[in-house]
């Protein structure tokens, strides 16, 4: 499975950016595409996933209502729009991907995704 994450760059507090995923065909057959960050000095951290198999998606709390992830299988790519950014929202952002479903539970677990693209730097200034 590749991955390739685009879209991030530096934006004020309240503004607005969204991040783009491409994946292969088996990604979007089946199985969780989700986004992660890593800030400085911090562990890595879910922020959102889609569940094909189900059509759901889900999102941490600290972001929940502000970040919004959508699909477009025809061009195979995910997004992640990014509203109301506020300066902790500062991070390297990750796309990730399993080829296998997977519980509400296991979306937010690292371990679950085989699949990482490359990361790209969101930078929210206050």
């Known amino acids: 499975v590749q991955l390739q994450a685009s879209g991030g760059g530096l934006v004020q507090a309240g503004g607005s950016l969204r991040l783009s995923c491409a994946a292969s065909e088996r990604t979007f057959s089946s199985g969780v595409m989700g986004w992660f960050r890593q800030a400085p000095g911090k562990e890595r951290e879910f922020v959102a996933a889609y569940r094909w198999s189900v059509g759901t998606a889900a999102y941490a709390t600290s972001v929940k209502g502000r970040f919004t992830i959508s699909k477009d299988n025809a061009k195979k790519m995910v997004y992640l729009q990014m509203n109301s950014l506020k300066p902790e929202d500062t991070a390297v952002y990750y796309c990730?991907?399993?080829?296998?479903?997977?519980?509400?539970?296991?979306?937010?677990?690292?371990?679950?995704?085989?699949?990482w693209g490359q990361g790209t730097q969101v930078t929210v200034s206050s």
């Open positions: 990730a991907a399993t080829t296998r479903g997977l519980i509400l539970s296991a979306l937010f677990s690292r371990p679950e995704y085989e699949h």
